[in-house]
Every structure is written in structure tokens, then in C-alpha cells.
């Protein structure tokens, strides 16, 4: 079934990008209505944790931009030129529960260089999530906006998972908003199936600090704002403020050489 679906989806993308060139902006005449920032985060933790190893932090921000400068923009399909960006961080060694790891990360990870996709990716792009529900992997019919099933981690307890945590990594993800407060709708999945995560939408960045010195921290208490012990999970949070995002829990247990974990925001209109 999956060799089918990779020789239907380039025979559907070259019919799109023929007939929109043929028959111009008028056959796609719906362009995607919310500004789109998306980043990758790469981790590498040192020989001082249990398993160390790597993790990827994928994620995609929707989010609405009253001050975006087009409506139909695209990044480039080039590979990214890191010599050409100011801040791309250098092999910086960094330390949570005195343990050592290097991140990486770029600029696209500000809320400053988002984009919208020009109609035929637009297109390509919902064949391609199309896919996705089919194979069951997404609950939702958007390219862009993610919606994954809740999946608790049955391998060990919650009580396991609240020890496993607490010597685990942790990363913040930041929303984007020109309100002073907004609703934000996200999800979270993990390829380890040996493992969950904890995932709590909190009101700063200074509450990874606060978690770090002594487990104690603030989040978003409203039903939806929090997980504990998931391999994956989508909740909605209300009422959150603009220097708010989510605050992702890893426990010191990865096993996998590469851990993914992909993540999806989106401010609700």
C-alpha cells in the first residue's frame, strides 16, 4: 500500500503544477490564511546522561500575523546556507541537572521569518496530508495544522514517569501572537514507543529555569493545557499570554540513536 501511495503522489503533484500552469491562480484561488513558522531544533546530549544520544524537535507554528507583507509566500527548496544566518548558535555546551548537551537551532525559530505557501505547494501539500489520514497517522484534513491521536505510554506508570522526569531533558517551544492573550491549539508525538513525554503549556521561558532548580513551576491548569506519560497528544488552551508556549519533558531514558519529536502549533482565529 505504501509503494502505491509514493507513485501516486508525484503523478498528482505534476498534474497540479501542470494545470496551474496552464490555467494560472484561478484554479487554486484559496490561499492559506494564517502565517506558518516552521523549525527544527537539534539536540545532542552527552556522555553524562543515562543514553546519550540525539533529539530532533520538529516543529510547525500557525499562527495569525496581522503584519505579514503577502499573502502567497514559500521558503526555498535549497538546502539552509547556516554561513548566511546571524543567529544559528555554535556547538555551544549547555547543562540541565549537571548534565552536558550542544543545541542547535536557527533563526527561523523567531516568530519574524514566517511564510505562507504559493498555491500549487498548497495543493501538493493537502494530497500529501490526504495520505496521512488515511494511513491513520493524523485526525485532521490540514497540511499545516496537526491533530494526533492521544496515545498514553503503557510501558510504565505515571509514578515511573514522574521519576524518569525528573532527571530528564527539557525544551521550551514558544508561541507567536500579536494579542496580549490568545487560545492555542497543539500536539505533540514521539517516535519511541518505549517511552512518554510530559507536555504543560506555561506562561515563560523562566518556568524551565524554576522546573530545573527544585520541580516546582507554573503552568495553565484548564483541562487541555497539560499531559503526563503520552507518546502522543493534541489539547487546546485557552487564554494564554504572549511570552507563553509549551514546556516538553523527555525522560533521562532515551534508548533510540535519534529521538523525533514533532510538534504542532496553532493559534485558533
Known amino acids: 500500500m505504501r509503494q502505491i501511495f509514493y507513485i501516486i503522489i508525484p503523478i498528482v503533484a505534476f498534474g497540479l503544477i501542470l494545470s496551474n500552469t496552464l490555467f494560472g491562480e484561478a484554479l487554486f484561488d484559496s490561499s492559506y490564511d494564517q502565517d506558518i513558522n516552521k523549525y527544527s531544533i537539534y539536540v545532542h546530549l552527552q556522555q553524562d546522561w543515562k543514553h546519550p544520544g540525539n533529539i530532533l524537535f520538529d516543529v510547525t507554528n500557525v499562527w495569525s500575523n496581522p503584519n505579514s507583507e503577502s499573502n502567497e509566500t514559500d521558503v526555498p527548496d535549497e538546502p539552509l546556507d547556516v554561513a548566511s544566518i546571524s543567529n544559528y548558535n555554535s556547538n555551544q555546551l549547555q547543562y540541565q541537572h549537571d548534565k552536558s548537551f550542544v543545541e542547535l537551532k536557527h533563526e527561523f525559530s523567531n516568530c519574524e521569518s514566517s511564510w505562507r505557501p504559493i498555491s500549487y505547494r498548497y495543493a501538493i501539500d493537502n494530497v500529501r496530508n490526504k495520505i496521512d489520514l488515511i494511513q491513520g497517522t493524523k485526525l485532521n484534513d490540514d497540511p499545516y495544522v496537526s491533530l494526533f491521536p ?20 527539557v525544551q521550551f517551544i514558544p508561541i507567536c501572537t500579536d494579542n496580549e ?12 514507543e518505549n517511552i512518554g513525554f510530559d507536555v504543560y503549556f506555561v506562561p515563560s ?22 499531559a503526563q506519560n503520552y507518546h502522543s497528544f493534541s489539547g ?7 511570552s507563553s508556549g ?6 533521562d531514558d532515551l534508548e533510540l540513536a535519534l529521538t523525533k519529536v514533532q510538534i504542532s502549533i496553532h493559534e485558533k482565529l
Open 181 to 192: 492573550t490568545t487560545s492555542y491549539e497543539y500536539a505533540v508525538s514521539l517516535n519511541d
Open 150 to 169: 492521544n496515545i498514553p505510554n503503557l510501558k510504565y506508570d505515571t509514578e515511573k514517569q514522574i521519576e524518569y522526569a525528573k532527571q530528564g531533558y
Open 205 to 226: 521561558e523562566e518556568e524551565i529555569t524554576n522546573y530545573l532548580k527544585n520541580d516546582s513551576f507554573k503552568f495553565y491548569l484548564q483541562d487541555g493545557c497539560s
Open 236 to 242: 487546546i488552551c485557552e487564554n494564554v499570554g504572549k
Open 246 to 251: 509549551l514546556m516538553i519533558v523527555l525522560p
